[in-house]
């Protein structure tokens, strides 16, 4: 048996002391466990944390923040690392806080359509749950497996945005234990110990934990709203031949704010898999495709439906639109319209040819800036042999919307993850630069938000950050401030 | 013999096509409605993503492979901290989803011939099948202790080396050592004898299928076993009149089945025989109307999927040349091969009987715990997990569990006893015994 090999940062004593706050089983500082911890799926480059924590309860999470508080040491809060930006791969070393064993499902209130969760509870778990209820959440198109609680404070999307905005406008109530040790509550909970139902009227102090990165605090339990799930699922599909008239479909459909999920994806992303490295399309197909998902609860809400929407074929017609009833590619829209979903959750429709690598230029912008920035994307990506893989989705109505690339590489080759990171980078900063924002931003992506930045907006940050977390022990480096 | 059973570094391409998405953590299905459960034993105990599914284990073959990880005592340990089970796998799309146990059992391969594998207390085992040609320790004569209740009814059962018969009953290691599971054999070979099949055992010159010795990666010891099986079947076949080989033991139909094929004479030794798994046996008698059930059962029972005779048998279709996607390409699976259905309708079947599902069934089976050596190697764990297992069971209501391998068999009646429930675990053709 070989020695275990030398380690830059670990010391036994720390491991001790956070093996007596979690117990044995729930802390370690062995090398293969914190390796399995060191990368994930995106272009950033792995790392390794020193120790790993799995608390089981929030007295154990404060005890370990206080004594990293004391001691100095960086904590990276985890729940299953499918962020595609390498949020949880620390950049200072220290505790890996995965806090997957906090997965209980506190409450489902089927009358007032909230629950109370833990971070650890997935995605999977909690859909099962809630449709006993026949209750639902906004699903991102990702892995079941990952957190409603990560994605819902990073300000994640998922199939019902397009109604109710982002899954962090879902959010009712938060415990959060602060990178100094201390407890506190944010929204109704706040002011009597049971009530999770809403964060209004109060002063928006969830703010503070929302869009952070990890960087503020240790999320121990949330209150998320969720909804009544109609059973009548129409899907409408239609296609165009430019994103300019895509785009002016789903502005149009959007108005009228019937749909669940309004989404336009390029040809290469409706392909399982995305082809890499980048294939010509074919010249007889259509370049965009779209998916508006509408639930209705009898039959003439769904003629109501489908009433509007031909009505917006009609006026999208009249204007000279390229727009087509088309079908989507069956694997393609069960992947999207059947949430949580296995398929893209599995990532076989993004990475199954590029292998093992996928980051993206997530962002919100802009629905008129959805053709400038996609005609630059595409010559950046061709350029380096990728598929301009694009998503475009509205979000509550027409108020914004996400323009995204979704970019396979091959994990195993150094310079392809380098040709994709500088082809992702180029495509944000053309992005910034027409007025759209990152979500989810790796650190090179916060570098480029910070540079465009407000010097008072990047003050305020610092001063909110020094206020919560006086030695920046949290996420430390993630803000790229 | 010629073997292609790959090394780590051969799999290199297929452990670098894992994108670290974690889905392989949970069962989930969309339905609707949606359902979710645990599948890692592994995980569930354990709880590092290290530790956790095929995410973790990958990453501990990419550890290895990267150069970052070399071993130590507690790594050689997580790597024999999972039942290959193949729960994980289930829930893969990616292109390396048919090699994951591979790639799990590569990596012991590479421990033991490292000299750091595998456990201390599975060494045991190998050991054992040095010395006695089986995993217990069992000297060779008391492998046909089973056979006294035959022997004294003065129905004595063929030793298929002096008497030729086309049917062996390849009993396995576990029937004939393992006390608590006797009654297998006894069952099977009842039924046999009252259906008046012509049948015939090995008897003492039985020897292990390596199964065991595979699954912990001891390779060597495996080929040892299975050469010797394989020519022994060709012999059978050839001077004995053998035409199909039962198996009642989930690990060793999977041995045969999948692992002996592994081998380049496969076809020239195994390709005349049939290998089947007994229940699949005795289904075509059933089906046939050859088989009725006469008594009654008036039990409330639920079936627990061995994965040995469930989504291991999985068979997967991979692009081979590239000319439908692109060479090594995961285009689909086919659970044809899988006993899902037949032990299910074998049951439904029995008079009186009331069949009640489990969560986790089929594909996505919660293990048993017992599998990969971990029995052996981590017996509490085993006992442990396979009590989650039983409250499943004693979540539907049922009084007993039926299976059809007897590794679980022996874990789960360990995990009954454990969280001090009275449900009974039988196989089914103990069942099936009771109702001929
Ligand atoms: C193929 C694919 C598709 C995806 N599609 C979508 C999509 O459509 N919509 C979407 O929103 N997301 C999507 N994602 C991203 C991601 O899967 C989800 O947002 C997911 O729910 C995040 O959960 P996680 O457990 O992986 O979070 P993690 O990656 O573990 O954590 C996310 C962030 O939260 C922090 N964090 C974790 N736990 C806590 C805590 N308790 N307190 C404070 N901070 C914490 C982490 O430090 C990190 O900064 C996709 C991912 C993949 C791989
Ligand atoms: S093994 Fe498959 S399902 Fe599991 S993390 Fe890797 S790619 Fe995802
Ligand atoms: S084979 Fe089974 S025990 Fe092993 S990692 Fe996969 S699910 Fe876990």
Redesign the interface.
């Known amino acids: 048996m070989t020695e275990m090999p030398k380690r830059s940062k670990t010391d036994s004593q720390i491991t001790k002391r956070l093996c007596e706050i979690v117990g044995e089983k729930n802390a370690t500082d062995m090398k293969h466990i914190r390796y399995a911890y060191s990368y994930d799926l995106s272009f950033v480059m792995p790392k390794l944390p020193d120790y790993v924590v799995m608390p089981t309860n929030v007295e154990q999470v404060q005890e370990v923040m206080k004594f990293a508080n004391q001691e100095k040491i960086s904590v990276t809060p985890f729940t299953a690392g499918t962020n595609i930006g390498g949020l949880c791969i620390p950049e200072n070393g220290g505790i890996l806080l995965d806090m997957k064993r906090m997965n209980r499902i506190i409450r489902i209130d089927e009358e007032s359509h909230y629950a109370i969760i833990e971070p650890g509870v997935s995605h999977a778990q909690f859909a099962s749950a809630l449709a006993k209820y026949k209750l639902r959440f906004s699903w991102p198109v990702g892995p079941p497996s990952a957190s409603t609680s990560s994605c819902s404070i990073s300000h994640g999307i998922g199939g019902l945005s397009g109604r109710y905005g982002l899954n962090s406008e879902e959010i009712t109530s938060m415990e959060v234990v602060l990178p100094t040790g201390e407890l506190v509550r944010v929204g109704s909970c706040a002011i009597q110990e049971d009530a999770w139902h809403s964060c209004l009227p109060l002063p928006r102090v969830d703010g503070l934990f929302t869009g952070w990165l990890g960087t503020t605090g240790v999320v121990t339990k949330i209150g998320l709203r969720v909804h009544p799930m109609p059973p009548i699922l129409k899907v409408f599909t239609a296609s165009t031949e430019n994103i300019g008239h895509m785009a002016s479909y789903l502005r149009t459909l959007g108005n009228y704010e019937i749909c669940d999920d309004l989404t336009g994806v390029s040809w290469w992303l409706s392909q399982v898999p995305i082809p890499y490295p980048y294939k010509p399309k074919p010249s007889d197909v259509p370049e965009w495709i779209s998916f508006a998902t509408t639930f209705s609860w009898t039959e003439k809400e769904k003629q109501a439906r489908e009433e509007i929407w031909k009505m917006v074929v009609d006026e999208e017609t009249k204007k000279g639109s390229s727009l087509k009833e088309t079908e989507y590619p069956e694997e393609a829209l069960r992947a999207r319209t059947q949430l949580p979903s296995q398929i893209v959750g599995s990532t076989k429709n993004y990475t199954k040819q590029g292998g093992a690598g996928i980051s993206w230029p997530g962002t919100f912008t802009p629905v008129n800036k959805w053709e400038p920035v996609y005609e630059e994307w595409k010559k950046i990506l061709m350029a380096r042999n990728l598929s301009p893989s694009v998503r475009v989705t509205n979000y509550r109505g027409v108020h914004y919307g996400m323009l995204r690339a979704m970019i396979p590489f091959p994990k195993k080759d150094p310079a392809s993850i380098e040709n994709a990171r500088q082809a992702i980078v180029e495509c944000l900063k053309v992005d910034l630069d027409n007025g759209g924002i990152p979500y989810k931003p790796p650190v090179d992506f916060g570098l480029e938000i910070n540079k465009r930045a407000h010097p008072g907006y990047i003050e305020l940050l610092k001063r909110v950050k020094q206020m919560l977390d006086p030695n920046d022990i949290m996420n430390t480096g993630k803000l790229a401030l | 013999m010629k073997w292609d059973i790959p090394s780590l570094e051969e799999l290199e ?1 297929a452990v ?11 069962a ?9 459960g645990e599948i890692c034993p592994a995980g569930v105990e ?6 956790m599914a095929s ?2 284990k990958i ?2 073959a990419r ?1 290895i492979l990267d150069g ?9 340990d ?1 790597i024999y901290r999972c039942t290959i089970c193949g729960g994980c796998q289930n ?5 390396h989803k048919p090699v994951i146990p591979e790639i799990i059992e590569a990596m012991r391969r590479k421990a033991v011939s490292d000299g ?1 594998g595998p456990m201390p207390s599975q060494k045991v085992i190998a050991q054992s099948m040095r010395s006695y040609n089986n995993p217990y320790q069992g000297p060779r004569r008391v492998r046909t202790d089973w056979t006294r209740p035959f022997k004294k009814a003065k129905k004595p059962i063929k030793n298929i080396m002096k008497e030729n018969a086309p049917i062996l009953f390849y009993v396995g290691c576990t029937g004939a050592f393992n006390l608590p599971v006797r009654n297998f054999p006894v069952a099977t070979a009842s039924i046999f004898q009252k259906l008046g099949l012509d049948f015939g055992i090995l008897g003492e010159n039985e020897i292990c299928c390596g199964s065991t010795a595979m699954r912990l990666g001891d390779v060597d010891e495996f080929k040892r076993v299975a050469e010797a099986n394989m020519k022994t079947f060709k012999d059978l076949h050839d001077n004995h009149g053998v035409e199909t080989i039962v198996t009642s033991c989930a690990g060793c139909f999977r041995a045969i089945k999948k692992d002996y094929s592994l081998s380049d004479e496969y076809e020239d030794h195994l390709g005349g025989l049939k290998v089947i798994h007994t229940t699949e046996f005795l289904f075509n008698y059933f089906k046939e109307g050859k088989m009725e059930f006469t008594r009654e059962l008036p039990w409330k029972v639920t079936y627990h999927d061995p994965c040995h005779t469930g989504r291991h048998l999985i068979q997967f279709d991979v692009d081979e040349d590239g000319s439908r996607q ?1 060479k090594g ?2 285009m689909g699976k086919n659970e044809e091969t899988c006993l899902y259905d037949i032990p299910r309708e074998m049951i439904r079947a029995i008079p009186g009987i009331d069949f009640v599902e489990m969560e986790r069934i089929r594909s996505n089976s919660y293990c048993c715990g017992g599998g990969g050596g971990v029995m052996t190697g981590y017996g509490d764990w085993a006992a442990k997990n396979a009590g989650l297992r039983v409250q499943e069971a004693l979540d539907t209501g049922a009084k007993q569990m039926i299976s059809i391998c007897p590794f679980c068999h022996f874990n789960l009646n360990e995990g009954s006893k454990r969280i001090k429930s009275n449900m009974k675990v039988y196989d089914l053709v103990e069942l099936i015994d009771m109702v001929l």
């Open positions: 391409d670098w096509k894992c994108t670290a998405c974690g889905n392989c953590k949970t989930y299905d969309f339905g609707p409605p949606p359902t979710y354990y709880g590092f993503d290290g530790n995410k973790g990453a501990f550890g970052q990880l070399e071993w130590t005592q507690e790594f050689v997580d829930q893969c799309e990616l292109d750091v692109w390409s995961y």
